[in-house]
């Protein structure tokens, strides 16, 4: 999906360095797959962990560590009363994410602070035309979507009917977006006197994977960039796309988070384990604990052999072993952040590939952590 944890062949070029902060890169061309040049961008803002810890999908696995996890039990604890109710309904579905869209559009907020005095003095239609810039790449209701960012009630309305019922959050904020911005802009002051204290650590570790990473952009060509840092996703260059936006999270972590403009793709990536804060020395790898757990599952055993035999897009995955697509897709999850499968991305076209190479990884990762 564009917005949440969902691909993606070397170029001619390798990708310079860049300052990270900036929006400087260097145009590449992948003649395997399109003629179209692109730049990679890196964006290291602690502010969008700010957005990506509101969301539901924050904290739910141990690829966060233990006391990060209570740190956002507590945190929401904290909430005066009332304001857990609107995460809820508002920023524990993917608004929560797409809010960020609007961090893409203005580089300029580095901080919590910063990005919260636009929040409160940003127009609502220029807010909502940012959250629902994935949407105007559908030529069916991208005119609804400028019309509506312009207060055209009855694109609204319309709007409403054509988004996805699934997409709740989108509904509520349809409803009233005026409203729906204020209420963003409540929820997130509450929130940023909890995040306040952690958001200097945060901004540590995304610059330290973004320093760890300088041999990759100095030697690697810009899909293959794209394919190591976001552990998996593969993405085809599109037309019209001109930026592919790379940024380091803590929160998001193992997912990848992915937001879309109308000449950009933006990759809220996990950042690597070498980067997180850690003192002890008896933990497993990261790596080693993702890998077994996500070989220790018949359904995802399954899965595997299926990939074994060719690419596959969900949909066959789903109707091959006789369930759902949200089952199917949390499992692909699991795998995909075990560096198991790859996930081959090219506009609306989306398929799975298994990583052959990461299955002998198994015995050799978990003997190298034993080994005296």
């Known amino acids: 999906m564009a917005a949440r944890p969902t691909t993606r062949r070397p170029t001619t070029a390798a990708v310079a360095a860049t300052r990270p902060g900036t929006s400087t890169g260097s145009p590449v061309r992948d003649f395997g797959a399109s003629s179209a040049p692109f730049k990679i961008e890196w964006?290291?803002?602690?502010?969008?962990?700010?957005?990506?810890?509101?969301?539901d999908d924050a904290g739910k696995t141990d690829d966060l560590p233990a006391s990060d996890r209570e740190w956002l039990k507590t945190a929401h604890a904290s909430m005066p009363k009332g304001v857990e109710d609107e995460i809820e309904a508002l920023f524990e579905s993917e608004i929560a994410?797409?809010?960020?869209?609007?961090?893409?559009?203005?580089?300029?907020?580095?901080?919590?602070?910063?990005?919260?005095?636009?929040?409160?003095?940003?127009?609502?239609?220029?807010?909502?035309?940012?959250m629902l810039l994935d949407f105007l790449r559908d030529p069916e209701i991208g005119d609804l979507v400028e019309r509506s960012a312009h207060g055209d009630q009855e694109a609204l309305a319309a709007l409403r009917t054509a988004v996805p019922e699934y997409k709740s959050g989108f509904q509520?904020?349809?409803?009233?977006?005026?409203?729906?911005?204020?209420?963003?802009?409540?929820?997130l002051h509450a929130w940023a006197d909890a995040f306040r204290p952690i958001e200097g650590r945060i901004a540590a570790m995304l610059q330290r994977d973004y320093d760890q990473r300088a041999g990759d952009r100095a030697t690697l060509g810009a899909s293959e960039?794209?394919?190591?840092?976001?552990?998996?996703?593969?993405?085809?260059?599109?037309?019209?796309?001109?930026?592919?936006?790379?940024?380091?999270?803590?929160?998001?972590?193992?997912?990848?988070?992915?937001?879309?403009?109308?000449?950009?793709?933006?990759?809220?990536?996990p950042l690597a384990d070498d980067a997180l804060d850690a003192d002890d020395r008896l933990a497993p790898p990261l790596a080693v604990i993702r890998l077994h757990r996500a070989l220790g599952d018949e359904t995802r055993l399954r899965i595997l052999k299926l990939l074994a035999g060719r690419d596959l897009y969900l949909t066959e995955i789903a109707q091959q072993l006789d369930l759902s697509k949200p089952t199917i897709k949390h499992h692909l999850a699991i795998l995909r952040a075990a560096g198991l499968v790859t996930i081959v991305e090219s506009g609306s076209i989306m398929y799975y590939s298994l990583r052959r190479g990461r299955i002998d990884d198994a015995s050799s990762e978990l003997g190298a952590f034993l080994t005296p």
């Open 97 to 130: 994410i797409h809010v960020a869209s609007y961090l893409v559009v203005r580089p300029d907020l580095k901080t919590v602070d910063q990005f919260l005095e636009a929040i409160d003095t940003v127009d609502t239609a220029v807010l909502l035309r940012a």
């Open 43 to 55: 964006d290291v803002r602690p502010v969008y962990d700010f957005l990506f810890s509101l969301s």
């Open 225 to 269: 960039l794209i394919e190591t840092t976001t552990n998996g996703i593969r993405w085809l260059p599109e037309v019209g796309v001109k930026r592919v936006i790379l940024a380091p999270s803590f929160f998001s972590r193992p997912y990848n988070f992915l937001l879309a403009g109308d000449d950009w793709r933006f990759f809220g990536y």
């Open 172 to 187: 509520v904020l349809l409803e009233d977006p005026v409203a729906s911005h204020h209420r963003i802009a409540a929820v």
